[in-house]
């Protein structure tokens, strides 16, 4: 039943990513928001090395802009799977020991106790991150020593 769920909304993020590309990026919230406006009005701290808001919540899921500026340290989620929809920026998703080159409009798909960072390259990487289950506690675990 939760396959179906997390396939419906992996196809509305791609349609979502495809209509950036021709009208600028747009989050498909209610109301629907302007992307660049949305960053602006909620920048990382100084020396915060990534900002996550959450955009929206359903019973089965809840959804973040997350903004990362320098990399991630590696980790996995024990109670989540994750699918990221990235909407400015590029960089390197490791997931499993793959590296995996992200830019805007792409997707990745990371399930649960899959140790995974990313690495923007450039300027800070924003994306759309839906977690399901709804994330309603920290459920970050480092991995010491791995890279």
Known sequence: MWRSGLVAVLVVLVLMATACARRGPRL?????????????????????????????????????????????RPH?????ELTVVMLRGQGTLT?????IPLAAGDTAVIPRGVV????????????????????????TVPVPGAQ
């Open 28 to 72: 498909a919230v209610d109301p629907p928001v302007d992307l660049a406006a949305f960053v602006a009005a909620h920048p990382a701290a100084a020396g915060q090395p990534a900002r996550v808001d959450e955009v929206g919540r359903t019973a089965t899921a809840s959804y973040h802009v997350v903004q990362l500026q320098t990399a991630e």
């Open 76 to 80: 996995f989620h024990a109670a989540h």
């Open 95 to 99: 997931r499993a020991g793959s590296r």
């Open 116 to 139: 995974h960072w990313f690495a923007p390259e450039g300027a800070r990487a924003v994306s759309f991150v839906v977690f399901s289950p709804p994330l309603d506690a920290p459920d």
